[in-house]
């Protein structure tokens, strides 16, 4: 690899993971990975790089209190009351801005070199008040710097964000040798050449910071699934495994550095099972000490006694399936990823191979269209009769998605045009079918069912 600097002054890259806005928010070791695999790239081009993370709750001049976590890894995140916008005035929840206070941010941007390029990421695309406040201030300290917005609200809400964000250019979708083109062109210096394969062998560049308790790791990246209320297909390239070479020299680095708590991202880590068995074999034989988490949900279907007895021995822990429904008809209307036998016959391979039943945790997706609140009980009965716990999250629709395209045409209308619509918190109070008030007794139910395998 060879950068493009060679007798020029050196670049500097300013990379910003704005704070969320949201009803709720809490840290399972979320971290902004595609901006850390840039971050990797602009390095190894010779470009200057720093960052200022708002939600890395272990950030120097973050509140001490804040910095706790539970024995897994997770904790809760600084925040403040924010105004609610009109449209969630009637939600009866407070509404928040979580991660790093205003001047801590402001101050760590007056003490940063003054960038050539800003690099601002995007998560949910209701929380895009967080990244237009992050541009605004970034705006007021470094006017004449060009900023490039990406991530899962500029991808999915492209046009909103060029009208609105203020950043200079939208980046749609991930990160791909054109980016990387348009990045060089910005900051009028020859980035290294990187094909998207090359790209997707990376690994995050966690050397950004100071302090560190867990990372996420991806050991693929995308998903073939095309699930009707997922939009992984416009915001991830292509599902493509990592190269095990790659993913293990990524993992020694860990080790060296004494991380224990690595949240495992991938959206179809268990798919083509073959690559992950090896890879968790090489874990054991390297005798690493890792606690693996599995945020994102995993596909029962691809559960053998093989495949749980290397999670189990590699250190997985508190794992999590995606069920969504134990309705069948919504199971094969909405993708067929997994049936109910596949999910009661992964949970038992799980069991045998050591996990006990308050060890996995299944995703439950209440407020889907179509789906009442007796769907959405006999979903927890069933999870409860399979012995593991229940793990409620909300519907709200997305753009780009098979079920937002099945909506009325104003609602998607209304609903592209204001993104904050799209948040579950305040879907449940527009939901025809599943409200606020059934949300808060099923919540009720659920906690009552995994009170009995506590
Ligand atoms: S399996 Fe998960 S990531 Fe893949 S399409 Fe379905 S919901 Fe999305």
Request: hydrophobic share 35%.
């Amino acid at each position: 690899m060879h950068g493009g600097t060679e007798g020029r002054a050196m670049k500097n890259a300013l990379l910003i993971n704005p704070r969320v806005y949201d009803f709720k928010c809490h840290d399972f070791w979320m971290k902004p990975y595609g901006l850390l695999k840039i971050a990797y790239v602009l390095k190894q081009s010779g470009i200057n790089v720093s960052l200022i993370d708002c939600m890395d709750r272990h950030a120097d001049g973050m509140p001490e209190e804040f910095k706790k976590s539970d024995k897994l890894g997770r904790g809760m995140f600084y925040s403040e009351e924010a105004q609610k916008p009109e449209i969630y005035k009637a939600v009866p929840r407070k509404y928040k801005q979580y991660g790093m206070p205003d001047e801590l941010f402001k101050e760590k941007l007056r003490k940063t070199e003054k960038p050539d390029i800003v690099l601002v990421t995007s998560s949910m695309t209701y929380m895009y008040e967080g990244v237009f406040k992050a541009i605004s201030v970034i705006k007021e300290i470094f006017p004449s710097t060009p900023i490039i917005l990406g991530g899962t609200y500029a991808t999915l809400c492209a046009e909103h964000a060029e009208k609105y964000s203020g950043a200079a250019r939208v980046w749609k979708g991930s990160a791909n040798s054109e980016y990387f083109n348009l990045l060089g062109k910005e900051i009028k210096t020859g980035l290294i050449p990187i094909t998207d394969t090359e790209f997707a062998d990376i690994a995050p560049d966690y050397s950004l910071y100071n302090n560190l308790n867990s990372v996420s790791v991806r050991f693929s990246e995308g998903c073939p699934f095309a699930c009707s209320y997922c939009a992984i297909k416009q915001t991830s390239a292509d599902f493509r495994q990592r190269s095990a070479a790659a993913i293990m020299k990524e993992l020694e680095n860990y080790a060296k550095l004494k991380i224990k708590n690595i949240a495992v991202y991938d959206d179809a880590l268990l798919f083509k099972n073959s690559f992950i068995k090896s890879i968790l074999k090489s874990v054991i034989e390297g005798g690493f000490d890792f606690r693996f988490y599995t945020p994102n949900g995993l596909h029962a279907a691809y559960i053998d006694e093989e495949t749980a007895i290397v999670m189990k021995k590699a250190g997985f822990m508190d794992l999590r399936l995606s069920l969504e429904t134990s309705d069948e008809t919504m199971q094969k209307a909405s993708g067929g990823k997994v049936s109910n036998m596949q999910f009661s016959e992964a949970v038992k391979i799980l069991k045998g191979a050591g996990f006990l039943g308050k060890d996995i945790g299944a995703y439950i997706l209440a407020g889907l269209p179509g789906q009442s609140t007796d769907t959405i009980k006999r979903d927890m009965e069933f999870t409860a009769q399979n012995k593991v716990l229940i793990k409620l999250a909300n519907y709200s629709p997305i753009p780009e998605t098979a079920d937002f395209d099945k909506l009325p045409t104003e609602m998607r209308e209304q609903i592209t045009k204001e993104p904050l619509m799209q948040n579950e918190t305040y879907y449940l109070s527009v939901n025809p079918e599943y409200g606020y008030d059934e949300n808060e007794k099923i919540k009720l139910l659920s906690a009552d069912l995994n009170k009995k395998l506590l």
